[in-house]
């Protein structure tokens, strides 16, 4: 596998965080949805897959390079309750990292 330095763009600081969205209930719509609105949802962003056997996953160690399905710039997976909801790119939040939403992913349309 080539080397390919990634660069990531900061996220610009008056950007609003997902958690600090506030939630309007002046749609009806989202106000029925409103006793839903605490409940926990798992949300995972998938930078990549890869395949090997035990014997391949017992030889990594500390420093090991694991080799993703996924090129450098390619969008990543975006997962709510192990569901496909969204792609999106890796950004920098300050001291840690985040997931800009490129794309909403449709029922049924999880091909890639």
Same mark, same amino acid.
């Not at 900061?10 to 609105?37: G, I, R, W, Y």
């Not at 996953?57 to 420093?63: I, R």
């Not at 192990?82 to 939040?93: K, P, Q, S």
């Given at each position: 596998m080539a080397e390919d330095n990634l660069s990531l763009e900061e996220f610009s600081p008056d950007q609003m965080l997902a958690s600090e969205v506030p939630v309007e209930l002046d749609d009806k719509s989202a106000h029925d949805l409103a006793p839903?609105? +605490?409940?926990?949802v798992n949300i995972? %962003?998938?930078l990549g897959r890869a395949n090997m056997s035990? %014997?391949?996953?017992l030889q $990594? =160690?500390? =420093?090991?390079? $694991?080799?993703? @399905?996924?090129k450098v710039g390619e969008a990543i @997976?975006?997962?709510v309750n192990n569901? $496909?909801? %969204?792609?999106g790119e890796v950004v920098v939040v300050e001291d840690r990292l =985040?997931? !800009?939403? !490129?794309?909403?992913?449709? +029922? =049924? +349309? !999880?091909? %890639?």
């Amino acid at each position: 596998m080539a080397e390919d330095n990634l660069s990531l763009e900061e996220f610009s600081p008056d950007q609003m965080l997902a958690s600090e969205v506030p939630v309007e209930l002046d749609d009806k719509s989202a106000h029925d949805l409103a006793p839903v609105f +605490d409940v926990p949802v798992n949300i995972s %962003a998938v930078l990549g897959r890869a395949n090997m056997s035990v %014997a391949q996953l017992l030889q $990594l =160690g500390q =420093g090991s390079v $694991l080799e993703l @399905d996924r090129k450098v710039g390619e969008a990543i @997976d975006i997962y709510v309750n192990n569901r $496909l909801v %969204a792609r999106g790119e890796v950004v920098v939040v300050e001291d840690r990292l =985040g997931v !800009t939403m !490129t794309e909403i992913i449709k +029922d =049924g +349309d !999880t091909a %890639a």
